[in-house]
């Protein structure tokens, strides 16, 4: 017979074959146009989309390699809008690619049929996911995108708290995964260290499109002695998201290190590494927020660090190993940026003493601390709508996207205030239910790490509370900016059901050793 199964075989074989030689003359012709015309942005979509393409069918066949995908692409994104002209596919190219993730990691959860943890602070999570939901209807909103907008800054990420979970499932696993964020923590910041001495030159295009340009990097003079301090956004479209970068990436440095002190001695020094960069960066970048953020959470994750320690077992010696080592770390950090570049290092403690110390003329700190945060959330509570609220995502990151492509009516709507735009957004119901959640995240958090102390995971489980604590109290207090920046938003939920899953560590040991030596 003409019809066999192997000649309709080769015919779908051959058809396919002919399409990809159309396609790639296709892509040929268009590549060699743009190369003509000198246009390689152009050049530059086609192998976007068929990389895309590869990069989601490797997640939707393993989920851990689309987690280690994810993290490194929310780092790397901004870099590649910003040579593409702030093209909106690349902005929700990570979202896409979450997405992925999830329906990869559901599937092969529901494959195995095995239970999974519940969240111990879901009923005020429920709380405020059904509020917020309710607010996108909220009829002084222009429009339903901003709705949409706000869902996805507050709740998109959220569910990567059973990636995060289900992924360390030993030390091994542990330590590999941090060891890999380390790395990207140390090509960033170091990447931010180079552009704050290099220039606005380095790793930003030469003409750069004018909403880029907006949220890109500023100089800040010194009051008194007119030095001025080069704000880096490093791979970033903005300084702020590198500082958030920061900020982060101090925490889980931190926790990291003194983790591997107390349990593994492989990874050291790319962990103590990777303190002393991002200490040097906090200080290059030029930001007062980040040097007190990170201040006081070395202070705190210090005391911490002790409080856990075993001290009947002399614990405490390692423990102050640790932070021994990572003030020496700091330490030679600072010291190569004070003999290298000893005129921009000098530019940035002009700037910070100039307005942090409090015997300074030009001091801020006490105004910028106490009485501007105040006098801000106090002005939300000017707007009429203040006891109900405006709409989920109306004060939100990204409005300018939403009036750009959807023609939405701007609002006009929001203050310089965290909680106040939590109050604007959703009334002030809004600001309770989310002072609840807080409470409720900090509280099981502390009690994950209460539990671990004295154990070798007892660093990371402090950090990662003491982040969250920071986050949703006085972060936010000050600006909503911090969580809704998706560096900071994704890394928390991460993190999160990493430091679940460090819970169960110290009981599967126990049952480990239980079984290897029987009675």
Request: glycine share 8%; with cysteine.
């Amino acid at each position: 017979m003409i019809w066999t199964m192997a000649s309709l075989r080769s015919s779908r074989n051959s058809l396919i074959t002919f399409g990809l030689i159309v396609l790639g003359a296709c892509w040929a012709y268009q590549a060699a146009g743009a190369i003509v015309a000198n246009d390689l942005s152009t050049l530059a979509y086609p192998v976007i989309f068929f990389v895309g393409g590869a990069v989601v069918i490797a997640i939707l066949n393993d989920w851990r390699r689309g987690l280690y995908i994810f993290v490194g692409w929310i780092l790397f994104e901004d870099l590649v809008r910003k040579y593409l002209g702030n093209h909106m596919g690349v902005y929700f190219a990570k979202d896409l690619l979450v997405l992925t993730l999830y329906v990869s990691f559901f599937r092969a959860s529901l494959a195995r049929r095995g239970g999974t943890f519940r969240i111990p602070f879901r009923l005020s999570l429920l709380v405020f996911f059904w509020l917020a939901l309710l607010q996108v209807l909220n009829p002084a909103s222009t429009s339903l995108f901003y709705g949409i907008l706000g869902m996805k800054l507050y709740f998109l990420y959220v569910p990567l708290i059973y990636i995060g979970y289900a992924l360390i499932q030993s030390d091994e696993a542990l330590q590999h995964f941090c060891s890999f964020v380390c790395v990207l923590i140390l090509i960033v910041a170091g990447l931010g260290i180079a552009q704050s001495i290099i220039g606005s030159n380095f790793l930003n295009p030469s003409h750069p499109q004018e909403d880029i340009l907006q949220m890109g990097t500023l100089y800040r003079a010194a009051p008194i002695s007119g030095l001025v301090a080069y704000r880096p956004t490093s791979v970033f479209v903005s300084a702020g998201r590198f500082q958030d970068f920061l900020l982060v990436s101090w925490s889980i440095s931190l926790g990291f290190g003194g983790y591997l002190l107390l349990r593994s001695r492989r990874g050291r020094t790319l962990a103590f590494t990777t303190i002393g960069v991002v200490a040097a960066a906090s200080l290059m970048c030029a930001s007062r927020g980040v040097l007190l953020w990170n201040s006081v959470t070395a202070i705190l994750t210090a005391a911490g660090f002790l409080w856990g320690a075993k001290w009947r077992q002399h614990g405490t010696v390692r423990v102050v190993r640790a932070i021994q080592r990572t003030a020496l770390f700091v330490g030679l950090g600072i010291l190569l940026l004070v003999t290298i570049f000893p005129e921009e290092f000098g530019a940035r403690v002009a700037m910070y003493a100039e307005t942090l110390l409090p015997s300074s003329p030009a001091s801020e700190l006490g105004y910028r601390v106490r009485t501007y945060p105040l006098q801000e959330l106090a002005h939300a509570f000017n707007f009429p709508r203040w006891p109900y609220g405006y709409g989920t995502g109306t004060t939100s990151l990204g409005i300018q996207y939403v009036m750009r492509i959807m023609h939405a009516a701007p609002m006009g709507v929001g203050v310089e205030s965290g909680f106040g735009n939590l109050v604007v957004e959703l009334g002030i119901l809004g600001l309770i239910v989310w002072i609840v959640l807080g409470f409720s995240i900090s509280l099981s958090a502390w009690k994950v790490a209460a539990e671990l102390r004295g154990t070798p995971w007892f660093p990371l489980a402090f950090t990662i509370f003491l982040f969250a604590c920071l986050l949703f109290f006085p972060m936010t207090y000050t600006s909503f900016s911090a969580y809704q920046d998706f560096v900071i938003n994704s890394n928390l939920w991460l993190l999160m059901g990493i430091l679940y899953r460090l819970q169960t560590f110290p009981q599967a040991i126990q049952i480990a050793q239980n079984q290897a030596n029987p009675r």
